[in-house]
């Protein structure tokens, strides 16, 4: 079973030019809880490299995730001003890309013993589709 190397390691979401500012925003979710994007971006302009970063910018790669499940709406906050703006949270799948972007997939195998290899193996498998 030969895979090509571009569709080997990497979730889709952390790859291209879009990567660094998905992970930014997984990572803002992640820890304050679900946000507005507003709010998304004043977290965002805090962290090195994402200093520029405009609104419009923001908001469209948070409506692309939203469109791939990553990010979901989850309830309405009033602003100052008066009007609504709808708080937005990371799925299951966003946790799930995470966690397998931070795993070694190299160190999972030489440290797993021969019962968890084949209870993985097991899992993957019965759930492909």
Same mark, same amino acid.
């Given at each position: 079973m030969e895979r090509s190397r571009r569709n080997c390691g =990497?979730?889709?979401?952390?790859?291209? =030019?879009?990567?660094?500012?998905n992970f930014a925003v997984f990572q803002v979710l992640s820890l304050k809880g679900p946000q507005t994007i507003y709010d998304i971006r004043k977290e965002l302009r805090t962290r090195r490299g994402l200093k520029q970063v405009a609104y419009p910018t923001v908001n469209r790669r948070v409506r692309a995730l939203q469109k791939l499940g990553y990010v979901k709406k989850v309830g309405v906050k009033k602003t100052k001003t008066g009007s609504e703006k709808f708080l937005y949270d990371l799925t299951a799948n966003a946790y799930l890309a995470m966690l397998l972007n931070s795993i070694n997939l190299n160190d999972l195998i030489t440290r797993s013993d021969e019962a968890t290899a084949l209870t993985i193996l097991g899992e993957i498998l019965s759930r492909q589709f």
């Open positions: =990497r979730i889709s979401v952390f790859k291209g =030019r879009e990567a660094k500012l």
